[in-house]
Structure formats: C-alpha cells, structure tokens
C-alpha cells in the first residue's frame, strides 16, 4: 500500500492490537489510556493535554470547531487543495459563516494574503482561521510559523487551528513554538494505527473560547470529557480499546526512533521520491505538482501525468505488481496519482514502489526522460555516504 493514508500498520502495532476484550473500569486498561494521554503532547510539541476522539479526521474536524466557535461566527479557511476546504464545509453545516481563500493550483497559501484579509476585518468577525498543515490531495505544505506571524502583524485575535493529519510524526511540527492554538491529527497516517483515533490539542486561547461556544454538544464536550473522574468520560463512553493497546505500541516505536530522526528519515526518502519523479520528466509525461521545493511535504507526493493515462498506470501497478498507488482527486482525477511515503516506511519499501511505477510506465510506452530508480539510488546514496 503507498496510498497515503491507511499507511502500513507495524507487525507490532497489529500484534499489540490483537487480545481479548478487558475490563474497562479497571486494570491494565486504565495505565493504557494514561500512557497514551501522557505521550500525545510530545507529538506536536506542547505542553497541552489533547483530547482523544473515536472517529476518523472529520470527527476530530467536529471537535475542533463545536469546541471553540458559535453559530454565525465567521472563520478564514486557507485552502492548498482539498482537505481544508471540507474542513471548511463542515463548518458552515454547523452554522459558521466561512470564507475560503485558495491558494494558487499547486502552491501554499500566502501568508501577505492572509495578513492584508486580517487587516481588513477591523471589527474582528473572523473568529478563526483553519487550514492544513500539509495537504494529502495535493502534497502542499504550508508554511505555518509565517501563517502566525501573518496574524501577529495584523494584530488579529483569531484562533489559529491547524489540521496536522498527513504530517504527524512525519515532519517536524512545534504547536507551542509556532503559536498554534489548535493542532489535530488522527491515527491512520504517521502515528501508524488503523483508523479509527482522533486527537485535537487546544492552547489556552482555544480552551478560553471553549467558555462560550454555543456549538458544544454532548459527546465532543471537552469540559465534558475529564481526567478527573471515571476512565471512560475521556471517550465520552465505552473506550476504543484494540485501538488504544495498538496506538500505544505506536507511540512507543515513535519514542524508540526518537522524532528527529523520524523527520529526518522522512525528509531522505521524500527527497529520493523527488528526485525519481525529475528523472522521470519528459514533454507530455510526469511532474511533480508541487514546484517550490520549500512547500513539499515529506510525506506524500502529488504526480502530474501530462499525456499519460494515471489510471492504466494505476492499475499495472496494483493488478500486475502489487502496489497500490492514491489516485488523483477532482480535476486530477485521471491525470496524477500521490504516492504516500508515511509511518512504517523504509528505503526498501520507496524502491519497491519506485520499481513498479517504472515498470508501468515503460510497459505503457509513456514518455521518461530517464530512469527515476536510479535517481532515488543515487539520492539515498549520497545519504548513505554521509553518514
């Protein structure tokens, strides 16, 4: 699987997953839940206790904003492809009025953009601005500590709420130390775990707005879902238990590899995605979306196709070769394709799949300008050489 997100689940996370039901009120469970709650504010540097939801990403989307904002409120979606736009979407279903700047196709969004809107808004309606740290659609990075400073500048007080879902535990990310005022992230992409784990951290700023949000409902309530009294109020019922032996064994591996070299590591095999796809170029053939090296993520990769067909090249892949590759959404839909380099990942398993997209294309006569295989060897060679 190099679609990005489920990633591949470690033989010890499915292992740790894998037992009989225990009790929930008391035992081993209970030590689970505090290992779990102790280490998720390490993840995105924060002092922060976060919160943990049974859901998929949306429902930590839901958390986030029932938590912090009332209807009629207005919030800033800055958009650089898909996900922060559905972000958005849902928080005009529940009643926010939103306002969505899209960043140029293929580019992070702006922070001067987003500094003169602040300055205009003198009344201060917009409560909140929302985007991605990294796009999954797209593989656009945006440049987040310049978001803030765009905010600071313009003396603004919206919240800043940051979806981190495709970046946790694969790149660097420092809430605290950006001025972030709400990260969230889920479990199906770095943090390794099936999906099925949400998680929202509020800075100070996020938990004062909590006071009179009028979007609050009973089972995303954060007053509601307490340290301080039974096991079970912090899920808002009965826990996710398979998930949460399966989510500590991961956050265990996370310690074990330490996060610096876990960025590092995914930054080396981006870069050696990168540089198969430049050796692939060629007139009519395949790109990388993303043109400004700066605003890549490290941890999927969005592929133009220019004349070749992404889906028979898609379908070579998987049906002949095994690997499972993410297809292009919207516009893109037939003309891209995303490789997902995240979590459990190695150089081994980035050659395997650099090895098949290769294959597929020469069987397809698509136009290279050179083997991109031996451009990823040769980028993790000069790694190799270095250390």
């Not at 593989?139 to 905010?151: E, M, T």
């Not at 949400?198 to 509601?224: C, I, K, M, N, S």
Request: proline share 5%; hydrophobic share 45%.
């Amino acid at each position: 699987m190099a679609i990005p997100g489920p990633s591949v689940v470690p033989t010890r996370v499915l292992s740790a997953m894998h037992r009989a039901m225990p009790d929930i009120y008391d035992g081993e469970l209970l030590s689970v839940t505090d290992e779990v709650f102790d280490a998720l504010p390490g993840l995105v540097g924060t002092t922060n206790r976060g919160f943990v939801t049974v859901s998929n990403g949306h429902g930590a989307w839901e958390m986030a904003i029932s938590n912090t904002l009332s209807r009629g409120d207005e919030v800033l979606v800055l958009n650089c492809g898909l996900f922060a736009e559905v972000w958005g979407d849902m928080a005009s279903f529940n009643g926010v009025r939103v306002e969505l700047v899209n960043a140029e196709l293929g580019r992070a969004n702006d922070p001067a953009q987003l500094e003169q809107r602040l300055r205009a808004d003198s009344g201060h309606r917009i409560k909140a601005v929302l985007t991605v740290h990294a796009d999954t659609s797209s593989s656009v990075r945006n440049d987040v500590p310049a978001l803030r400073a765009a905010i600071d500048a313009a003396a603004h007080p919206a919240l800043l709420m940051v979806d981190c879902i495709a970046t946790i535990g694969c790149e660097r990310f420092l809430m605290d130390e950006w001025g972030v005022d709400l990260a969230l992230a889920a479990s199906q992409k770095g943090l390794m775990t099936p999906p099925g784990l949400g998680f929202v951290w509020p800075g100070a700023r996020a938990l004062e707005a909590h006071q009179r949000a009028d979007l609050r409902t009973r089972y995303w309530d954060w007053t509601a879902r307490t340290e301080q009294g039974p096991h079970y109020l912090r899920y808002s019922g009965t826990p996710p238990v398979a998930h949460l032996f399966g989510i500590r064994e991961a956050l265990r591996m996370i310690a074990e590899e330490g996060l610096e070299p876990r960025w590092e590591r995914h930054r080396v095999l981006a870069e050696a995605i990168r540089a198969a796809v430049d050796a692939w170029s060629a007139p009519g053939g395949l790109s990388l979306h993303v043109a400004e090296p700066c605003e890549r993520s490290n941890s999927v990769t969005t592929v133009r196709t220019g004349d070749v067909d992404a889906v028979e090249m898609a379908r070579i892949c998987k049906e002949l070769m095994g690997v499972t590759l993410g297809i292009g959404v919207r516009d893109f839909h037939g003309r891209s394709f995303r490789i997902g380099h995240m979590g459990h990942v190695n150089a081994a398993m980035v050659m395997g799949v650099l090895g098949a997209i290769e294959a597929a294309l020469l069987s397809i006569g698509a136009p290279i300008g050179s083997s991109g295989v031996a451009a990823a060897a040769s980028s993790l060679s000069a790694r190799l050489s270095a250390e």
